[in-house]
């Protein structure tokens, strides 16, 4: 009976822990941002979003009377106030495939700010709003 015990104890203690979700789970609209100092206007065309699971990102560009494009798809980490983004997939021909990048991050009501410096230098600060 007591052999028994500590591993019915192990399993319920571990069972015990609720893993977070991801803060940046869910749909987010892109709203601006600033690219080399210069500011950078959401499109008006079209509209682009990311849908965030606990570890997977899946970018997507919205526009009336077509069909939703998903134009780029990766995985990414949380540590901290960093995320890191690595793209597995791009519509695109793309120099970021199957590279991390380095954005911190921070989230304040239902904003979303990422910052960088890419591979090719650009300084980038993108805003992104939380769909409801």
């Known amino acids: 009976m007591q052999k028994l015990f500590l591993p019915v ?3 319920l203690l571990l069972c015990s822990f609720h893993f977070a979700d991801s803060p940046l789970k ?3 609209e892109y709203r601006g941002g600033i690219i080399n100092g210069k500011l950078d206007a959401a499109p008006t065309a079209y509209k682009l979003q990311r849908d965030y699971d606990n570890e997977h990102y899946k970018a997507k560009v919205i526009e009336e009377g077509q069909s939703t494009q998903i ?3 990766g995985d990414y980490q ?3 106030d960093t995320c890191f983004e690595t793209q597995t997939y791009c519509m695109q021909e793309s120099k970021l495939l199957n590279k ?3 954005y911190n991050y921070t989230i304040s009501n239902d904003t979303l700010k ?3 410096v890419l591979p090719n230098g650009n300084r980038v600060e ?3 709003v939380k769909l409801k």
Do not use: N, Q, R
Request: avoid cysteine; hydrophobic fraction near 45%.
């Open 26 to 28: 869910g749909s987010w």
């Open 126 to 128: 993108d805003y992104w």
């Open 78 to 80: 949380l540590k901290d």
């Open 9 to 11: 104890a192990a399993i």
């Open 114 to 116: 990422l910052l960088s």
């Open 100 to 102: 991390t990048i380095k």
């Open 71 to 73: 134009y780029e798809k």
